[in-house]
């Protein structure tokens, strides 16, 4: 139990398009889900905590506008990367955590966003 | 400041031999989670192993085992009987809460089990 998916595993994109990366939790409620960022061989960086039907929590020096993320439903998240620039380019995981997982929380197997 | 760190940015091991990952953490709250993942090359996060902050007993899973020490602030991950499959990274993470929960990640250490 407990799977989250991420879609798509990999995109190319032009710069200036935008990207939109879609996280599910398949067999539960994710009443939180969370969005992180990771550089080649560094940590992950936490980018957004999005709780199901509100406004997502940006973390700081993270550009809202940019970086757009909806939590419409219990078991889908979204980000969009908008106008994407090279500089764009990371690997995003998602990880969701819902009622009935108290402590922990999931992750999707990431995506890896490359802008040309 | 709440924080993670994780001072060994790589690590070796011979096969079937234990080894213990550094962690030490920094937080003002009573009340915390403290975990470890596996990245494996392929880039998903796997958990390993948990132990809150009001646990009395070290938390073991399998051959993963958390060595707590709360007045020291540390929460290292030993590895017993070390496995070519163990290679990988490993980040320590833990959970606060500021408003709302989020998880605060270690810089990683990067483990290699020589056969």
């Known amino acids: 139990g407990a799977v989250v998916s991420q879609h798509p595993s990999r995109v190319i994109c032009k710069s200036g398009t935008s990207v939109k990366i879609e996280c599910r939790s398949l067999?539960?409620?994710?009443?939180?889900m969370f969005w992180y960022r990771q550089f080649p061989k560094k940590s992950l960086m936490l980018m957004a905590t999005s709780n199901e039907g509100s406004k997502a929590t940006y973390e700081q020096g993270v550009e809202k506008d940019k970086f757009l993320i909806n939590h419409a439903s219990l078991t889908l998240s979204t980000l969009t990367v908008t106008s994407a620039h090279p500089e764009d380019s990371s690997f995003y995981i998602c990880s969701a955590r819902g009622t009935l997982t108290f402590y922990e929380q999931y992750f999707g197997p990431g995506t890896r966003l490359t802008v040309t | 400041a709440q924080k993670i760190t994780q001072t060994q940015p790589g690590m070796f091991v011979q096969e079937k031999e234990a080894v213990t990952l550094d962690c030490t953490y920094d937080?003002?709250?009573?009340?915390?989670?403290l975990f470890w993942y596996k990245q494996p090359s392929s880039g998903e996060m796997i958990f390993l192993i948990y132990q809150g902050s009001y646990d009395e007993q070290n938390a073991t899973e399998g051959r993963y085992s958390l060595n707590f020490q709360k007045a020291r602030k540390s929460a290292n991950l030993v590895i017993s009987a070390s496995q070519l499959g163990d290679s990988a990274m490993y980040f320590c993470a833990m959970r606060v809460h500021s408003g709302t929960y989020k998880y605060i990640f270690g810089t990683g250490t990067r483990l290699k089990v020589l056969a």
């Open positions: 067999d539960f409620q994710a009443t939180t």
């Open positions: 937080t003002s709250d009573q009340s915390y989670g």
